[in-house]
């Protein structure tokens, strides 16, 4: 039985490339583009996951492929590491563009911060959904937050909209694998030393930074009562 | 022996003009002063009535300003929540014309905005749009910025719109006993609380109405001296009243005033103009029709026939026929759709 299924968007990337690396028995990977989760991308018929287009079957079917799964993807039984919904910078990016502002921001649209969360509620929908819908089928859930890839501008619109995702997630009973104080610098940006080497990604994180919240994941799969018995099966990690 | 009387037109006669016509047929209730063209922005305001207007507007392709933007992703049933695209400023429904000088006041930096807030469990709340967010605000800060954000919203509206259109909805306010600010409700029925010290009862008088108006249009036309205004009264009975009169005769008290003063306040101005919604669903040959069994809410059949009337008298085509709307076309508006802060007064109703 594989140990976890990595459902996630670009960010997932690294922590696939760096999970094989430490040779972990996993399966999943990045399935499509953060910006084609956002909005509902799935539905669940007859207690069937279904992704609602032809590239989300077929990325997802790969997926099971590579991995020798079969059946549905509800009907697994292994926990589920996701980066759905954290394209924090996806978000901010628009919302800085929309010229909107919330208290400590610069815009011409000041939102309250209830109205910021009924805007994440409403721009992240096809996410929420997906964490609810693996948490009504009995999953272990666990969802990693961005690498807090951003400049000093972007601060209270980055940490106000990761708060609001954070705070849905946990509601909802999913497990936040949260690395920032072994990753972030004194304002919480992202250590130069975790970022992607590549010079024109400005967004994800790089192989160092992917080994510690696979590690902080593992240990917290250790220590959940729902998968005390199977953490991940890695020499690394174990 | 001629006299003035001879050559008048038909609608100048009760018969020819009301009794004798269908009365959906009537016709030339209005002729405006002046024309409203698609392109022209068109910033919206007042009570509850003036959502029909805004709304429709949109919905015939009319240019209606929205100076604060829905933000992206709101759902529309948090669009309605947070009271985006209502009116054109977010400051909730403008029920009397003192309020509508206060706000103008506050944007144009007349007068400053008293220091009051409202608290409750933790929730701020703005005394003079105490249901603009339905939780509150966070903090006393983020009350302020929204503020001033809708203060810069109302700036803007009157800065770029070429057509102010006020909704005039009661005569009955709550003031400040020794600031005199107007409140947008009652302390303490929608947040707050009340205190017979700070808070006292004001009917607003014709002349005390007049002079309000003057103010407003003297604002308007010092920020853009092309703007056009045009009043239209509420149909709308009272929810409630607090003079100590019926609510039957209060509303007549308070719809006569509101209709007479603007009647008079457009009278030998060429850029205002009054539009007869009120007669549109109140007037005697429609005999009641266009309210709901409550006798308060104007049906949707009420509102399209005061909005084709006056689409008509814009020459804005066939008044059935909406032109291409600048925004999707939705349900006709049901009274669920409205943003009515006055009808929550029903709430405290014992009977």
Request: aromatic letters at 6%; charged letters at 25%; hydrophobic letters at 30%.
């Given at each position: 039985m594989r140990s976890f299924f990595l459902f996630g968007d670009s960010h997932a990337g690294v922590l696939l490339r760096t999970a094989k690396s430490m040779d972990l028995d996993f399966a999943g990977g990045s399935i499509m583009a953060g910006l084609h989760m956002n909005d509902m991308f799935f539905e669940v018929r007859d207690g069937r996951f279904r992704m609602l287009t032809e590239m989300g079957r077929e990325r997802l079917a790969t997926r099971f492929n590579e991995a020798g799964l079969q059946g549905d993807l509800l009907a697994l039984d292994m926990p589920f590491l996701c980066t759905l919904g954290f394209n924090t910078h996806n978000f901010v990016g628009s919302f800085a563009e929309s010229n909107f502002a919330i208290q400590g921001s610069k815009g011409k649209w000041f939102v309250s911060s209830a109205c910021f969360a009924a805007m994440v509620s409403g721009l992240r929908r096809g996410c929420f959904a997906f964490y609810a819908a693996l948490r009504e089928a009995g999953k272990d859930v666990y969802a990693v937050r961005s690498p807090q890839r951003f400049d000093a501008r972007q601060e209270p619109v980055w940490k106000a909209y990761e708060d609001v995702v954070v705070a849905r997630l946990t509601a909802m009973g999913v497990n936040i694998v949260d690395v920032r104080s072994e990753t972030t610098d004194a304002r919480g940006v992202l250590r130069?030393?975790?970022?992607?080497?590549?010079?024109?990604?400005?967004?994800h994180a790089n192989a160092d930074y992917a080994r510690i919240v696979l590690e902080r994941f593992d240990a917290m799969l250790s220590s959940s009562p729902m998968r005390a018995k199977t953490p991940v099966q890695s020499p690394a990690v174990v | 022996m001629s006299h003035p009387y001879e050559n008048l037109p038909p609608e100048a006669f009760w018969r020819s003009g009301v009794a004798d016509p269908e009365p959906l047929a009537i016709r030339d209730l209005w002729r405006p002063k002046f024309q409203i063209r698609p392109t022209d922005a068109v910033a919206t305001a007042g009570s509850c009535f003036a959502q029909h207007f805004a709304r429709a507007l949109a919905e015939r392709g009319f240019n209606w300003f929205e100076a604060e933007p829905t933000p992206m992703g709101l759902t529309e049933e948090d669009r309605r929540r947070f009271n985006y695209g209502v009116f054109s400023f977010r400051t909730a429904n403008i029920y009397t014309v003192a309020m509508l000088r206060q706000w103008l006041e506050w944007a144009f930096e007349v007068k400053k905005p008293p220091p009051e807030v409202w608290e409750e469990n933790g929730r701020v709340f703005d005394p003079f749009r105490p249901t603009i967010e339905p939780e509150g605000f966070a903090s006393e800060a983020e009350m302020v910025a929204s503020r001033g954000a809708t203060l810069a919203g109302i700036r803007r509206a009157m800065n770029q719109s070429a057509v102010f259109v006020f909704t005039l909805g009661l005569t009955e306010a709550w003031v400040h006993a020794r600031d005199g600010h107007v409140y947008a409700?009652?302390?303490?029925?929608?947040?707050g609380r009340f205190d017979p010290e700070l808070h006292v009862f004001k009917n607003y008088r014709h002349a005390e109405i007049l002079a309000d108006l003057s103010a407003v249009f003297d604002i308007a036309l010092d920020v853009k001296p092309k703007m056009r205004i045009l009043l239209t009264v509420s149909p709308v009975p009272l929810t409630a009243t607090a003079s100590g009169h019926h609510v039957l005769a209060a509303t007549t008290y308070s719809k006569s005033v509101l209709r007479a003063a603007a009647g008079e306040a457009t009278l030998g101005r060429a850029y205002a103009d009054y539009f007869p919604s009120y007669e549109l669903i109140t007037g005697a040959p429609f005999k009641a029709r266009f309210y709901e069994d409550n006798l308060r809410s104007v049906s949707p059949e009420g509102v399209a026939f005061v909005m084709d009337t006056f689409f008509r008298a814009m020459n804005a085509g066939d008044a059935a026929a909406p032109a291409t709307p600048r925004r999707p076309a939705a349900p006709a508006m049901t009274q669920d759709d409205i943003v009515c802060e006055e009808e929550l007064l029903d709430q405290f109703n014992n009977a």
């Open positions: 130069p030393e975790f970022a992607s080497p590549e010079s024109d990604d400005k967004v | 409700a009652c302390p303490g029925t929608l947040a």
